[in-house]
């Protein structure tokens, strides 16, 4: 795919930014990080977005997707639901070795960052860890009607269950700056899918 000048200035700006903003968030991101990191202009820099909530904007679809992508990548290629489940949790595991965007969790750091100053980034986050959550209580739903998991799952309830470990794993690595400290979580998301969700 062949893009224009200008479609290539604003990949490359997003794909510059997007770990800056995902490590410092809106606030803390200046425009002078901004044209450092691309090494341009804050003149090529608004000739190209609106205003910086424009690039923060386009910097968490971009981290985001990336997330989402390693993680659809992995499950595409379990053959059960069982399987599947048990990647939702594992591709996060540090022992997979997988390069996720740096920064941690983009949609945990975007909500913390936005809260109710900027409202356009937080719907944005919301949004993706709303679908998440529905991605994973399909999940459930289909390996519960194959027979899979417990008929007594609550899909839903489960699928909150799952993230929140998922998630206080990212917040706990954040607060101690150790990674391992994510894994420790991890192992207990993969014993609750083990003992309350999965059928011996």
Known sequence: MKFSKTE???KHIIESTAVLFNKKGYAGTSITDITKATNLTSGSIYGNFQNKEEVALAAFDYNLEKYRAIEH????KCNSFREKLLMVVSVYHSSMNLKFPGGGCP???TLTD???NYELLRKRAAKGLLNWM????????KGKG????QLTVDPGKSAAHIIALIEFGFLIASATKDRKEVDKILDIATEYIQTSILIK
């Open 8 to 10: 290539k200035t604003r």
């Open 73 to 76: 990548d992995k499950l595409d």
């Open 107 to 109: 949609m945990q750091n």
């Open 114 to 116: 936005a809260d109710d």
């Open 134 to 141: 529905d991605e994973i209580t399909t999940l459930l739903k």
């Open 146 to 149: 194959s027979g899979e998991f």
